[in-house]
C-alpha cells in the first residue's frame, strides 16, 4: 500500500475506532431513516400503484436527512477538544485528511444503506436489492459522504450548525438524488440495464465532480 | 539561519484585526517568549505560524519555507501544542499518540510513545481514554504529541496552564533540551517565569502590534 493510501485508512480507521465504542453514526443514521420510512409506508396505502415512484422518493430522501443526521455527528467528534487540529498540525496535505475522513463516512453510510433498503423492503414490499440499485446506492454514498465532509467542516464552527448543514448539504446532492431515484423508479418498473445506465453514467460524473472539487476546497475551509 | 521570518504580517477577523504589520525574524536554536494581554494576537501568531491559519497579508517563512507553498514541509518542521488538547477524547492516549505518529510517517512507534510517555509522566495512562483524564493530563499528552517526532521548531500556546510541578518541571526540561541541541521554541505565555528559562527573545504584542523586542530585533 503507497504512502499516501496508508495516511488515508488510518484516519478512516480512527473513526471506525470512534464509532466502535459510540455506535452514534451508523445507529443515528438506520434510526432516523427507519423512522421516516415507516411514516411513509404508513401513510402511503401499499395497493397504490404510485408506490413504486413515491417509495422510492421516500426511500433516497429518507437517506439524504438520515446522511445529514450521521455526517453532522461524526464531525462533533473532530470539534470536540479541536481534535481536527490533530490532523491539520501533522505533515500531510488537507487532501488526504479529506479522503480519510470521506472514507470513514462513506463506510458508515454504506452500512446504513444495506440496513435502510432492508427496511424499506419489508415496510414497502419492494426489491430492492437488484444489482442496478445497489450500484446507485453506492454511487449516492461516495456523493453524498463526500460533499457532507466538505460542509460537515465547513460549519464545524458555526453557531447554528444543525439548520446550516442541511441548508447547504441538500440543494447541492439534489441531482444525485434524482438520479438516484430515477434509477430505481426504472430498475423496480423492469426497465433494462440499457435504460438505466445512462442515469448511472449521470451520477458517475456527478461524485467525480463533486469529489473532486470537495477534497479541493477542503483545506481553504479548515484553515481560517 | 532564521528560524521563523514574518513580513508585513497581517491578520483580520472580518474588519477585526487581529495582527498588523509584523516584520521579525526568530534565529535558529533561540528560544522566544511571546507575552501581551488576553486577545493581543499571541495564539493567532503561533497558528498562522503553525499553517492552521492564513494570513491576511504579508509572508511567513519556517526555516526559509513558505507556509502557504510548503506547508507540510513547515508541519514537517514543527511541533504545535495549542490552547486545548487537541486530542480525541474517544480514544485511548496510545492510540491518539499512535494516530499521529502514523501520519508523521514515524518508525519505531511504540517505542518512541514509551520514550515520550514515560518522560511527560503518562506512562500508565495510555490504555485510558483522553475523556477520562483531567485537563492537566490532557496537556502532558499534547506536549508529548508536539516533540514525538522531533521537531527543529516547538510553537506552544500557554503551555503551563493546568500543568502541576511534574508536569511544568518535564516542560522546563523539554525547553531546555531543545535550547542546548540548538532547536527552536517559541512560547506564548503569561507567566514567562514558570519557565525557568532566560529567553534569547521576548516579544511583547500588544493589539496585534509588536511592541518590545528583546534581545535580538527584526
Known amino acids: 500500500m503507497s504512502a499516501r493510501l496508508k495516511i488515508i485508512w488510518f484516519l478512516a480507521l480512527k473513526d471506525l475506532r ?11 443514521i438506520i434510526m432516523f431513516a427507519t423512522l421516516v420510512i415507516s411514516i411513509f409506508a404508513i401513510a402511503i396505502e401499499s395497493e397504490s400503484g404510485a408506490n413504486t415512484e413515491l417509495g422510492s422518493g421516500v426511500l433516497w430522501a429518507s437517506i439524504a436527512f438520515a446522511g445529514v443526521v450521521g455526517l453532522a455527528r461524526s464531525m462533533s467528534h473532530e470539534a470536540e477538544t479541536d481534535a481536527v487540529w490533530m490532523l491539520m498540525t501533522a505533515p500531510v496535505s488537507r487532501d488526504l485528511i479529506f479522503l480519510g475522513k470521506a472514507l470513514g463516512n462513506l463506510i458508515f453510510l454504506l452500512t446504513a444503506i444495506v440496513a435502510i433498503f432492508g427496511v424499506f423492503g419489508v415496510l414497502f414490499n419492494l426489491q430492492v436489492f437488484q444489482p442496478q440499485i445497489i450500484v446507485a446506492g453506492v454511487l449516492g454514498a461516495v456523493g453524498f459522504s463526500g460533499v457532507g465532509t466538505l460542509f460537515s467542516s465547513l460549519t464545524l464552527k458555526a453557531r447554528a450548525r444543525e439548520i446550516l448543514l442541511p441548508m447547504l448539504f441538500l440543494p447541492v446532492v439534489s441531482p444525485l438524488l434524482l438520479t438516484n431515484i430515477q434509477i430505481t423508479v426504472e430498475t423496480l418498473s423492469g426497465e433494462s440495464w440499457h435504460t438505466v445506465s445512462a442515469w448511472i453514467q449521470l451520477a458517475v460524473v456527478y461524485d467525480a465532480v463533486l469529489v473532486s472539487a470537495s477534497a479541493f476546497l477542503f483545506g481553504y475551509v479548515l484553515e481560517d | 539561519m532564521n528560524c521563523v521570518t514574518l513580513r508585513s504580517l497581517g491578520k483580520n477577523y472580518g474588519p477585526e484585526q487581529v495582527l498588523s504589520g509584523i516584520d521579525l525574524a526568530i534565529l535558529e536554536g533561540s528560544v522566544a517568549i511571546i507575552s501581551g494581554a488576553n486577545g493581543s494576537g499571541k495564539s493567532t501568531l503561533l497558528r498562522i505560524i503553525a499553517t492552521l491559519s492564513k494570513p491576511s497579508s504579508g509572508k511567513v517563512e519556517v526555516f526559509g519555507h513558505d507556509t502557504q507553498s510548503h506547508g507540510e514541509t513547515v508541519r514537517a518542521m514543527t511541533g504545535a501544542m495549542m490552547h486545548s488538547p487537541m486530542l480525541y477524547s474517544d480514544l485511548t492516549v496510545h492510540e491518539n499518540l499512535t494516530l499521529f505518529a502514523q501520519l508523521c510517517r514515524l518508525n519505531d512507534i511504540n517505542s518512541r510513545i514509551e520514550s515520550v510517555s514515560r518522560r511527560l509522566g503518562i506512562i500508565e495512562l495510555l490504555n485510558d481514554s483522553v475523556r477520562q483524564l483531567s485537563h492537566g493530563f490532557q496537556k502532558r499528552v499534547a506536549l508529548a504529541r508536539s516533540i514525538m517526532h522531533a521537531p527543529p521548531l516547538l510553537l506552544l500556546d500557554e503551555p503551563e496552564t493546568g500543568l502541576d510541578t511534574v508536569g511544568l518541571d518535564a516542560l522546563q526540561e523539554i525547553v531546555g533540551e531543545w535550547r542546548t541541541s540548538g532547536r527552536s521554541a517559541i512560547i506564548a505565555t503569561h507567566r514567562p517565569e514558570l519557565l525557568e528559562t532566560t529567553p534569547d527573545m521576548h516579544l511583547r504584542l500588544d493589539a496585534g502590534r509588536v511592541q518590545q523586542t528583546h534581545p535580538q530585533s527584526a
Open chain 1, 18 to 28: 470512534i464509532e466502535s465504542r459510540n455506535r452514534d453514526v451508523a445507529v443515528a
